[in-house]
Nanobody, 121 residues
C-alpha cells in the first residue's frame, strides 16, 4: 500500500492542525493505521494507532487527550487531529500501515513520506 501524508505546517503553541494520510494500491480497510513522529536529533516514536474498523484507538502518553486519530475507509484516509500543540510536538510526522496491531515500528510494513509540523512558542 502506498501512503502519502500531508497537512503539516507552522502553528503557534496552543493551536491545532489536522494531518491526513491517503492510501492507495491495496485494500485500506485491511490495515491498522498508525502515526509516528521524529523530532530533530531524536528517534522516531509512536504517536497513535487505530484498528481496521476504527473501533479502537491508542495513544502515546505525551499526546493523550490532545490528539485524535480517526479514519474513513470509504476515502482510504486516516487523520490525526492535533490540538493544544506544544513546541515539543515539533517533528516530522509519518503515517504507517500494519497487518498486526501494535505500538512499535516493527509492526508497520508500509510508511508514508512524512510531513513536517513546527510549533512555535
Amino acid at each position: 500500500v502506498q501512503l502519502q501524508a500531508f497537512g503539516g505546517g507552522l502553528v503557534q503553541a496552543g493551536g491545532s492542525l489536522r494531518l491526513s494520510c491517503a492510501a492507495s494500491g491495496r485494500t485500506f480497510s485491511n490495515y491498522h493505521m498508525g502515526w509516528f513522529r521524529q523530532a530533530p536529533g531524536k528517534e522516531r516514536e509512536f504517536v497513535a494507532v487505530i484498528t481496521r474498523s476504527g473501533s479502537i484507538t491508542d495513544y502515546a502518553d505525551s499526546v493523550e487527550g490532545r490528539f485524535t486519530i480517526s479514519r474513513e475507509n470509504t476515502k482510504n484516509t486516516v487523520y490525526l487531529q492535533m490540538n493544544s500543540l506544544k513546541p515539543e510536538d515539533t517533528a516530522v510526522y509519518y503515517c504507517a500501515a500494519a497487518l498486526s496491531y501494535g505500538f512499535t515500528q516493527i509492526f508497520y510494513a508500509y510508511w508514508g513520506q512524512g510531513t513536517l509540523v513546527t510549533v512555535s512558542s
